[in-house]
């Protein structure tokens, strides 16, 4: 519950910091709601479409309306997809006002003791400290690999729990060991004759949890003929405060990034995940504000490439043999890396260059699938709506392989072919992943 005094600062600061022109620029023409997942999962609600969450934005620009619990509704409904924005034929930036407001809402309203407590360990405790990353995750292998996971599974212990959290724990990847997860080296050379130099940036889940996927984009990268630096001052993306309401923080990782990539003189920024990627390549607007920072940010951005574009842009599909056993495969875009990254060519280039498979379309493959960071956990029953047309779309596809490109997306999927109880026939994979499995074969 939001209190009056609350309610004003709030009013105030969208007054001073909402970006009047971007407001304005969206001329209502509803183009973008047939792209909107929660506008189409919601029953067609005009407050849960792009076009009404910009409403709601500017009438509380503009003193029109209290930011009462329902613009807080409106708002925190939303996946962040970013799907509005490549449709919108006036080009509005949804996804920075989305942010912009999260963060007045998130800085000025007081939150009770144990969800601040969360807060505060999630955004400044954990995420930022690679270490501690670490040995959360050396924690949940300890619980797979201790026997603590049979037990909880055969006394019901997660039933405990909301039942998409629960059906989560079941799908998390088999955890690495703290020895791997620390020995990431800081150079790796091209194994034939070096063409770039790229810098990787590793992302703070994917280095951890993800580890074994990482290793895949390593040995990619070296195959398609690229020196690879891998710098150790660098620090998570900050994705997930910027989309939260912590931008501050959000701020302090960007900076630290994009020095820690300066040192490297490299060729290309290279990234495996389309939500990191997505944030990264936003730097420049997230330090708008600072000039100096934002010239350094422009050049960080400029250099950015997801592996996928980078692969094809080296040609690696028609240089090496990729064969599978014969299979339907279907590709779930990430939306991020389409919408904001705009890469959705080249994860397909890569999939179809693969003998032996039937690549299928999935229909509406560049909708959210609900994922959308913790969203499937806080705003589980929308999520879980969403997934159910996703897979119900997947299935139709009949394939045996679903293909994604972000690790959220990834575990989404694995969670709807639990739900679905397909486990037994299909599964999901991240891009690289499959593609390395394909040079072995
Ligand atoms: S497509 Fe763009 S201009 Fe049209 S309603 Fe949506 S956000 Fe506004
Ligand atoms: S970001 Fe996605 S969920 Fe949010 S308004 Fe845009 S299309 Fe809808």
Redo the contacts with the bound molecule.
């Keep these: 519950m939001t209190t009056l005094l609350e309610q004003n600062k709030i009013q105030q600061e969208f007054a001073d910091r909402m970006n009047e022109d971007e407001l304005l620029n969206c001329m209502r023409c509803g183009f973008?709601l047939p792209?909107?997942?929660?506008?189409i999962e919601s029953g067609f609600q005009e407050l849960?479409?792009?076009r009404g969450?910009i409403a709601l934005m500017k009438a509380v620009k503009d003193g029109i309306l209290e930011p009462d619990e329902e613009v807080e509704r409106s708002l925190s409904?939303?996946?962040?997809?970013?799907?509005?924005?490549p449709v919108c034929p006036s080009g509005v930036k949804?996804?920075h006002l989305?942010e912009e407001a999260r963060d007045i809402i998130q800085q000025n309203k007081k939150q009770s003791l144990p969800v601040q407590a969360v807060r505060n360990t999630v955004f400044k405790g954990l995420f930022p400290h690679q270490n501690r990353m670490r040995t959360v995750t050396g924690l949940l292998g300890f619980y797979q690999k201790s026997g603590l996971q049979k037990v909880s599974r055969k006394i019901g212990f997660m039933k405990l729990f909301p039942e998409s959290l629960a059906t989560m724990e079941k799908v998390l990847p088999s955890v690495p060991k703290m020895k791997e997860m620390k020995n990431r080296p800081e150079f790796l050379p091209a194994e034939k004759k070096k063409t770039k130099k790229v810098a990787f940036f590793t992302g703070c889940l994917m280095d951890t949890m993800f580890l074994e996927t990482n290793n895949a984009t390593l040995k990619l990268l070296q195959m398609a003929g690229c020196d690879i630096v891998i710098p150790k001052a660098q620090a998570c993306c900050g994705a997930l405060h910027g989309h939260s309401g912590e931008k501050a923080k959000a701020i302090e990782m960007a900076k630290k990034n994009i020095e820690a990539f300066e040192q490297t003189n490299a060729d290309f920024i290279i990234t495996n995940a389309g939500g990191c990627g997505a944030f990264l390549i936003d730097y420049d607007h997230l330090l708008k504000n600072e000039p100096e920072w934002y010239l350094r940010a422009k050049a960080f951005t400029k250099k950015l490439k997801d592996i996928s574009q980078i692969l094809v842009d080296l040609d690696f599909h028609k240089n090496v043999s990729l064969k599978l056993s014969k299979q339907v495969i279907t590709y779930q875009d990430s939306?991020h890396l389409k919408n904001v990254m705009k890469t959705s060519d080249a994860p397909r280039t890569l999939l179809k260059a693969i003998n032996g498979i039937d690549y299928r379309e999935m229909e509406d493959s560049d909708r959210?699938c609900g994922s959308a960071g913790i969203y499937n956990i806080i705003e589980s029953e929308m999520s879980m709506k969403i997934l159910d047309t996703k897979m119900k779309n997947a299935k139709a596809t009949q394939a045996a392989t679903i293909v994604t490109a972000n690790p959220g997306c990834l575990l989404q999927m694995k969670l709807g072919i639990e739900r679905e109880e397909l486990s037994e026939q299909v599964r999901a994979i991240h891009i690289v992943d499959l593609l390395l499995e394909a040079v072995n074969r």
């Design positions: 973008c792209s909107c997942p929660t506008y849960h479409s792009p969450r409904l939303c996946l962040g997809c970013r799907a509005c924005e949804y996804g989305l939306c959210c």
